[in-house]
């Protein structure tokens, strides 16, 4: 069994290090990777830029330390206009660290698009059946029980009811889970059936070597037999670069996250026209309601129940309409939400335990781009579109009114002025959300495209084995792939074809 090697104690630089397959990037797409290639006897290097945080000593249940050392950029990043704040994680195991950790498989009607509408033959329902089994069976998919629906999932699901919307309590890769409800910050007991828990692990157990602190900065040579990278060495905290060192190795597999794939690939001179375009950032919207009774939406499992009445899965269209699923964020989290200063603030906040929360999750069609600029630092340019405006204006009526449904005083949408519902007869008002830059802040928490799989070079980034257009034995396997949104949720998706590409790669 191999350790986890951290590159951050001063001085470590390792030499002459060697490997067939170099995966970059450890979370749901790099540490599924990683562990197959190693589990089939394949020497197998995975690098990670973020540290190693397991159990309750690390993952301190504090937002300050966490948002500083499990998201990238602290959880501050955003596109360009400052409207969709973007999350995603930067630590051993990625974005599953860090979700909720719903388990949303693609629809038969998205693997039906891809096929009609983006080439991707070879991508059936019934072919990647194999593969989405072995997702499940990785992430150990079971049905949230009964007895672990907290109050305010409950609120949401009576909301529906009382309308008479479909909805259901959603699957999840929580074994053995306490119900402390602070998943978005990590899991103390380690309940989570994540990358850091089930593929790094395995992949461990394999012979792979796993370094973390350590940050690919280069590919070079990415048109021969081997490829150099160039690798930059971090201090413990992550923030300040320490030393270099490069790793030779016969294939790279990227799996960075969308912005961070497109990053370094773009930083590497590589990639077409195509590679950054068509991103998605599945903007989704906050919405809170001022229950009479207490709700302590905190304790326990944060997202049970969705509210599926208003999805759409359509084999012409992909993803769309939208879904509502209740939340909750650590206090901090919900503080930034608040936009009221000073005493009208702290008077909201002192409510906190008769809130209830939830996100609306609205599918977009993939309109943004990852661009890089003269820094070396990614910008996400994205734009919302009418179309999509207007099905968010229907979709917070919807939500909106199941909450008033359910018996809330008030609907609060977190805006700029906030909008506050004091009943159904105020729905109107929603029709006057404008979602300009300033006025709103959105949540992306599923990035996917900049690295389209695809059949024709003009029209994608990568060809359908993963590999990147013009490059030999450089390939991507993470959410950059998808040519749309795969799931209202991407762990299971990534995961998924994570098999299925590394599947492709071993029988080659
Ligand atoms: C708050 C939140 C909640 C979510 N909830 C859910 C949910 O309930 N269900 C669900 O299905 N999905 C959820 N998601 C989405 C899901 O977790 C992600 O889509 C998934 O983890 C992405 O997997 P990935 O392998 O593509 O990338 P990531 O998991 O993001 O992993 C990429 C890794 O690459 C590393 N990296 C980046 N650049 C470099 C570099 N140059 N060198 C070395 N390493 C690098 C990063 O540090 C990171 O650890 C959520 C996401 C967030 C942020
Ligand atoms: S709710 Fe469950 S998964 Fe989330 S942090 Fe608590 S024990 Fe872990």
């Not at 394949?42 to 993952?59: C, N």
């Not at 003009?458 to 013009?470: E, H, I, M, P």
């Amino acid at each position: 069994m191999s350790e986890v090697l951290d590159c951050s104690a001063i001085g470590f630089v390792p030499h002459d290090l060697k490997c067939d397959f170099l995966v970059i990037g450890s979370g749901c797409g790099g540490g599924t990777a990683a562990r197959v290639l190693a589990e089939a006897g394949k020497d197998v290097i995975l690098l990670e830029e973020g540290g190693d945080f397991v159990g309750p000593d690390r993952l301190t249940q504090r937002d300050t330390p966490m948002y500083d050392q499990l998201y990238v950029d602290r959880g501050g990043r955003t596109n360009k206009d400052r409207t969709v704040n973007i999350l995603s994680g930067r630590v051993l195991g990625g974005g599953g660290v860090i979700n909720a950790c719903d388990v949303v498989p693609i629809h038969d009607a998205t693997w039906a698009y891809w096929q009609k509408h983006h080439g991707w033959s070879d991508f059936s329902a019934s072919a990647m059946q194999p593969y989405v089994a072995r997702a499940l069976a990785d992430l150990s998919a079971n049905r949230i029980e009964e007895k672990q629906i907290n109050r305010n999932n409950q609120i949401l699901r009576e909301g529906a009811q009382a309308l008479g919307w479909r909805g259901e309590v959603m699957l999840h890769n929580r074994v053995k889970c306490q119900g402390l409800g602070s998943c978005l910050i990590g899991c103390p007991a380690s309940a989570k059936r994540n990358p850091r828990m089930v593929s790094i692990p395995k992949a461990l157990a394999a012979g792979a070597r796993v370094l973390i602190r350590a940050r690919a900065l280069q590919i070079r040579d990415a048109t021969t037999d081997r490829k150099r990278v160039e690798v930059q060495t971090m201090d413990s905290k992550g923030y300040h670069p320490v030393n270099r060192f490069a790793i030779d190795a016969q294939t790279v597999i990227v799996a960075a996250n969308p912005v961070g794939t497109v990053a370094l690939l773009r930083n590497s001179g590589i990639g077409n026209r195509t590679l950054g375009q068509h991103v998605s950032l599945q903007p989704q919207v906050p919405i809170v309601a001022l229950m009479p009774d207490r709700v302590n939406a905190y304790d326990g499992i944060p997202q049970a129940y969705a509210l599926t009445e208003f999805e759409q899965h359509d084999p012409d269209v992909g993803l769309s309409g939208f879904r509502v699923e209740s939340i909750f964020g650590t206090p901090g989290v919900l503080g930034s939400l608040v936009s009221a200063p000073g005493a009208t603030g702290k008077a909201l906040m002192a409510q906190l335990d008769h809130v209830a929360a939830a996100l609306i999750l609205i599918p977009d069609q993939p309109v943004g781009q990852i661009n890089v600029r003269h820094d070396g630092r990614p910008e996400v340019d994205y734009t919302l579109t009418a179309e999509w405006k207007a099905r968010a204006r229907q979709a917070i009526r919807a939500a909106a009114r199941a909450y008033f449904a359910a018996g809330a005083k008030s609907v609060v949408i977190p805006a700029a002025p906030p909008l506050l519902l004091q009943s159904v007869d105020q729905l109107a008002q929603i029709d006057t959300m404008t979602f300009d830059p300033a006025t709103i802040s959105l949540i992306s928490a599923h990035q996917q495209g900049g690295a389209r799989l695809g059949t024709e070079e003009s029209t994608s980034a990568c060809d359908l084995r993963g590999q990147v257009w013009g490059t030999r034995n450089v390939f991507v396997c993470d959410g950059s792939v998808f040519p749309s949104s795969s799931s209202s949720h991407t762990m299971t998706p990534i995961i998924t074809m994570a098999h299925a590409l590394t599947d492709r790669l071993l029988m080659r």
